[in-house]
Structure formats: structure tokens, C-alpha cells
């Protein structure tokens, strides 16, 4: 068999599948990548600076989106959404649905990579918190976007914001048991980066604690306090009213043990890291082993492989940061390359 | 609150009373994150001298004496609002409803000596009658605590707007009551 007649399907063109296509693309095996929205990049090509270098993430796709376009083996499907899968001997056949046309058919491929990524809880499960109810209530995707309308100067920085951590995390009676892992870090980035836009704006972050366990990722959430000055508060938010215009937030200071209030113009809600329910059909559909939440899981010992030809690489596993999704978006193209080179 | 800092020797191990209260209630406090959002949302942390935390704190310490004493047992209104926020589920009045009954049992040193007063003859209206009857109770009340017109200009007003009666009657039923009653003691009993 030759590199042409075995192709592999990377479901998603998030940051973990771009990696896993250009990987592969660059070896010269056929690939297929399906994104189902219209451009590629996910929910990294929304952001603004990361942690822990306030590092430039839509120049990070734009990087790699140039250069998986010099790639001859590699096919962009974009607007296409994998609906459907079915094991053949072999392979697998796809069913695809293009969102813009409405077409739909299916292709037969002989390696599956789940790179489909994750989705943000809906906080609105908390009416203490009032997300759908009030409008200056957002959650951190949400805030994303205002970010980007700061920078440019396109409306003006609210003078005083807080950020609630855990919303939906760490909380086994609305939400779930679990720490989403990527919240502090990207709480700490977007107050900060709120404070080098806008620095007389007042950020108040409300932790129980918070997790910088990767390289750099202690020094930056310190830097974030001492040197942007963003007022970190020990405290999980217990309410928030509608005050005049502001919107008052009720806490304890768990370190004074006390009862707080603080007003504010805007919240921000670090919602939980959820998979997404169509990745979940999927596998349902091949029989994979997902856990309790619905995150697919790769066998103990491979950080991606799944079952005999899937894989999986990023945020459809668990909440991973994005140089995390990319180290398994490239290991699952070694795994992908290792099968290919096995069958051949 | 000024609280004077002895320095105290935690167990490692469950303490008594959050052992106790695990095997009588099914509420462990293990599970407490010590986020603070009960306190946060308490409707009267203000007026309490240890919070729901740092109640939850407490029994995890083992701090038995402390808590039979605690001024907030007395004034927590059973509002049942942290359990609502409480990512743990931990039921916090469920607790309190528990030590407050210890306390009492224990004649200890509670300082709402007329709160104590006030369930108790609430509940004995409730065991002999069914039901209240507000007028009778405020009189018994201001009779236990010696102050015959404690709260006179409030019951005005409620009696003007007909929200008290003069007489009340007993429940139809009241021997589905008492049953319930002669249980509730069998239990206290054991404990
Ligand atoms: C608010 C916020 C801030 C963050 N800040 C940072 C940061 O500063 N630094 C950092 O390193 N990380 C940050 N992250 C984490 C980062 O977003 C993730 O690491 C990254 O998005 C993971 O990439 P992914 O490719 O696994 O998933 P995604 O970005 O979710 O991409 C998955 C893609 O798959 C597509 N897809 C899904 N299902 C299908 C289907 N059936 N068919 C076709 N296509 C499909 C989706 O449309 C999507 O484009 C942040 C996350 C959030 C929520
Ligand atoms: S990463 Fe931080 S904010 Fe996110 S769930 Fe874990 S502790 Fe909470
Ligand atoms: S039940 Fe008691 S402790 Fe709980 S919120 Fe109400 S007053 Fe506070
Ligand atoms: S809200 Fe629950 S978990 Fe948080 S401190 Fe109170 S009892 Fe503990």
C-alpha cells in the first residue's frame, strides 16, 4: 500500500488538529481535516495573549494555518461536520453534513483522530450568579471577545470587574467534582491583561486557590498580582444583586473570616471545561470508553490512542492548555504514522 | 470578633463530634472545599459570632465544648439558603438544628437562654394542641422570660392586622401528634 491509499480523518480544526494534520502532512500521508465552523483554529483563535509569556495565539494559527496551506496531502474540509461514524473492515466510513450548503455524504478513511475539543458550562444552572439574566454577567469566552474590543479601543474598559473562578468546577452539587485545570491560568491572563489595557480599572479575582503547576505558570499568576496589581480574594462569590447600574458581589473573606461585598461593573465567569455532546454521540457510536463526563479516553499508557486506528488529541479529552492540546495533536500523528507504516 | 490565639493540637484522625455527626446525620464535613460561600450568603453571618464555615471548621477540630456554646446555634434563622449555595451539599442548619438539641439536652452554657425558652414552649404547645396558637405562646414566652410586655407594640400590630387570633383551635387529629412526639423522645433517649 502506498501513502496515498490510506488516509487519516481528523475530526476538528482546532489548534489539536491542525498539529496532528501538519504532522502528518509534512510526512506526506493523506489527510483530511473537517472543521465544521467556517474557519479554523477553535477556541484558541479567539483568544487574546496567553499564559504564561503573553504570547500572540491568533498569530500562533495564522503560523500554522500557512503552513499546513503548503501541504499537498493535507484537505481542508471547512463548514463540514462529521455527523457520523461506522467501523469497516480496515477503516471506518465518516458521514459528513456541510453546514453552509446543506450537503451531506460520506468517505471511507483507515485512522480516526478525534481532535473535537471542548465547550464552556452553562452558568446559568447558578441563579445566585445571574448569567442569562443580567447582561454584564459573561462568561471567560464571552470575555475573550470584549478583550479584543478593548484592545482596539472599540468600547470603553469597565472600571472595575471580577472574575469568579471554579463556576461549575469543583462543585458536586450544580456542576462537577472535577478542577477544569485551565481557569486560573487564563483567569490570571485576562485580569492581567485587563490591567495593561485599562490600569486604574479595580480587577478582583475570587479563588479558593489557585493552580499554576507548569512552567512559568506560578511566576505569572505572582506577576499578575504584584506587579499588575490585580486584588486577589480568597472566597468563593455567594451572590450577586443588581445594584443601581453595578452589580454587588457577597463573599467571605475566608482568610479574615468575614462576610464582604464588593460593586462592581462587570463579572466574569470562569465556567467549567464540558465536553461537547456530539463528540460523545460519536464515540457512542464506535462503542469508545468515555468517563463519567463524557470526555473520550485514550488507553492507559498512550496519551492518545483510544482503540485500534482512533485517537484523540486536546480538549475533547479533558481542559488542557494549548501547547498541551498541540503535544498531543502531534503524538497522535506519530501514533497515526507508526499504524500507517505497520499496515503498509 | 477578637479571639485570643492559644495554641491548639489538632488530631489528624475525624474528630468525635464530625464522626458523630456523619453516622447520626449522613453529613460529612470532610467534603467542606472551605470556600466560604455559605458564610457569603448567610442571611444573618452578620450577627453570628463563629460563620457557617468556620462552624464547619469547628466540628472538624473537634471543638465540642465551643460549639455547644456557640452564640450563633440561637440565632441561625434555618433559612436553609447556605445549603442552597453550598458546592458540597453540606446542610449546614441540619447541624446547627442537631448541636442546638445537644446543647440543650446538655445544659450548657447558651447564652439565648430566652431562645431556648421559646422552642421549648413552641413545642409544647405543638405536642398538647397541634398547633400554635401565637397569642397564648407570646404570653407564655413573656411570662418565661419575667417581661410581660416584651414585644407588646409588635403584637399590636400583627392583632390590628388580623394576623393573630385570640383563641386557636386544636387540631382535629391531635393524636396522629403525639405519636410522633412519643418517638422523637424514644430517639432522644438512645442518643
Ligand atoms: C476563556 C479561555 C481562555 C483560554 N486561554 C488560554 C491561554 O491563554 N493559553 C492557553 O494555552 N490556552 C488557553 N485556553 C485553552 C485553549 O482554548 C485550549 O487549549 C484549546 O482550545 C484546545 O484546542 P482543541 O483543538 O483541543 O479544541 P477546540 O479549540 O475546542 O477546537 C475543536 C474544534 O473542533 C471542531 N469540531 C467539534 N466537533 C466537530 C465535528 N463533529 N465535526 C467537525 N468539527 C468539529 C470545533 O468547531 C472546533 O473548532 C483558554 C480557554 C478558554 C476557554
Ligand atoms: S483551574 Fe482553577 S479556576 Fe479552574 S476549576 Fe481548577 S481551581 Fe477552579
Ligand atoms: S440556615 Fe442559618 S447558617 Fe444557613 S444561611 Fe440561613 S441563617 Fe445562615
Ligand atoms: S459552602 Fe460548603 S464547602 Fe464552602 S465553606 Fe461552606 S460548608 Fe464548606
Redesign the pocket.
Known amino acids: 500500500m502506498s501513502k496515498a491509499d490510506t488516509a487519516a480523518l481528523i475530526?476538528?480544526?482546532?489548534?489539536?488538529?491542525?498539529e496532528t494534520a501538519l504532522k502528518l502532512g509534512q510526512g506526506g500521508y493523506t489527510v483530511i481535516l473537517?472543521?465544521?465552523?467556517s474557519a479554523?483554529?477553535?477556541?484558541?483563535?479567539?483568544?487574546h495573549?496567553?499564559?504564561p509569556r503573553w504570547?500572540d495565539?491568533q498569530e500562533l494559527i495564522k503560523v500554522k494555518q500557512a503552513e499546513l496551506k503548503t501541504l499537498p496531502s493535507v484537505r481542508v474540509l471547512a463548514n463540514?461536520?462529521?455527523?457520523g461514524l461506522q467501523r469497516q473492515s480496515g477503516g471506518f466510513t465518516a458521514h459528513?453534513t456541510d453546514r453552509a450548503t446543506q450537503k451531506s455524504g460520506s468517505l471511507p478513511v483507515q485512522a480516526l483522530i478525534f481532535?473535537?475539543?471542548?465547550?464552556?458550562f452553562n452558568a446559568s444552572v447558578y441563579g445566585e450568579y445571574g448569567y442569562g439574566i443580567y447582561k454584564n454577567v459573561v462568561?471567560?469566552?464571552e470575555?475573550?471577545h470584549l478583550l479584543g474590543m478593548y484592545e482596539q479601543r472599540a468600547i470603553h474598559v469597565p472600571e472595575s470587574i471580577a472574575f469568579f473562578k471554579c463556576v461549575g468546577s469543583r462543585d458536586r452539587s450544580k456542576g462537577f467534582p472535577y478542577c477544569s485545570k485551565?481557569?486560573c491560568?487564563?483567569t490570571a491572563?485576562?485580569a492581567g491583561l485587563v490591567k495593561k489595557i485599562s490600569p486604574d480599572t479595580q480587577c478582583y479575582v475570587f479563588y479558593m486557590d489557585y493552580r499554576a503547576s507548569g512552567k512559568e505558570y506560578e511566576e505569572f499568576v505572582r506577576q499578575v498580582i504584584e506587579e499588575r496589581k490585580v486584588r486577589y480574594v480568597r472566597g468563593r462569590p455567594s451572590k450577586v444583586v443588581l445594584e443601581n447600574d453595578k452589580l454587588l458581589v457577597r463573599f467571605e473573606d475566608t482568610l479574615i473570616g468575614v462576610p464582604m461585598e464588593a460593586s462592581v461593573d462587570l463579572i466574569v465567569l470562569?465556567?467549567a471545561?464540558v465536553p461537547?455532546p456530539?463528540?460523545l454521540a460519536?464515540a457512542r457510536m464506535l462503542g469508545l470508553k468515555t468517563d463519567d463526563y463524557g470526555f473520550v479516553e485514550p488507553v492507559y499508557g498512550s496519551p492518545v490512542r483510544i482503540e485500534e486506528r482512533i485517537f484523540m488529541?486536546?480538549?475533547?479529552?479533558f481542559?488542557?492548555?494549548?501547547?498541551?492540546?498541540i503535544a498531543?495533536?502531534a503524538a497522535a500523528a506519530a501514533e497515526v504514522t507508526a499504524l500507517f507504516n505497520k499496515s503498509e | 470578633m477578637i479571639e485570643t490565639y492559644a495554641i491548639r493540637r489538632p488530631e489528624a484522625q475525624e474528630s468525635p463530634i464530625a464522626r458523630q455527626i456523619r453516622e447520626d446525620l449522613g453529613i460529612d464535613v470532610a467534603r467542606c472545599l472551605e470556600c466560604g460561600k455559605c458564610t457569603g450568603g448567610c442571611s444573618y453571618a452578620a450577627g453570628f459570632d463563629y460563620t457557617p464555615r468556620k462552624i464547619i471548621q469547628l466540628v472538624k477540630l473537634g471543638e465540642f465544648d465551643k460549639l455547644l456554646s456557640l452564640d450563633a446555634l440561637w440565632t441561625c434563622l434555618s433559612c436553609q439558603l447556605c445549603v442552597d449555595r453550598c458546592p458540597s451539599g453540606i446542610n449546614i442548619p441540619r447541624i446547627m438544628d442537631y448541636l442546638r438539641a445537644r446543647a440543650h439536652r446538655a445544659n450548657s452554657n447558651i447564652t439565648h437562654k430566652n431562645i431556648e425558652k421559646f422552642y421549648e414552649i413552641m413545642l409544647s404547645d405543638i405536642k398538647n394542641r397541634g398547633r400554635i396558637s401565637e397569642t397564648i405562646m407570646m404570653i407564655k414566652y413573656n411570662l418565661a422570660i419575667k417581661n410581660l410586655f416584651a414585644n407588646a407594640s409588635f403584637g399590636k400590630k400583627l392583632f390590628l392586622k388580623g394576623k393573630l387570633k385570640f383563641f386557636s383551635p386544636r387540631t382535629h387529629n391531635i393524636k396522629t401528634i403525639q405519636p410522633l412526639f412519643r418517638r422523637l423522645s424514644e430517639k432522644d433517649g438512645q442518643a
Open positions: 475530526i476538528g480544526g482546532g489548534i489539536a488538529g491542525l473537517a472543521e465544521k465552523e479554523l483554529g477553535g477556541n484558541v483563535a479567539k483568544l495573549s496567553s499564559f504570547e495565539p463540514t461536520e462529521i455527523t459528513w481532535a473535537t475539543g471542548f465547550e464552556l462568561n471567560s469566552l470575555f475573550e485551565i481557569c491560568m487564563y491572563k485576562q470562569a465556567s471545561v461537547r456530539e463528540t460519536l488529541a486536546g480538549g475533547c479529552g481542559a488542557i492548555e494549548s501547547l498541551g492540546a498531543q495533536g
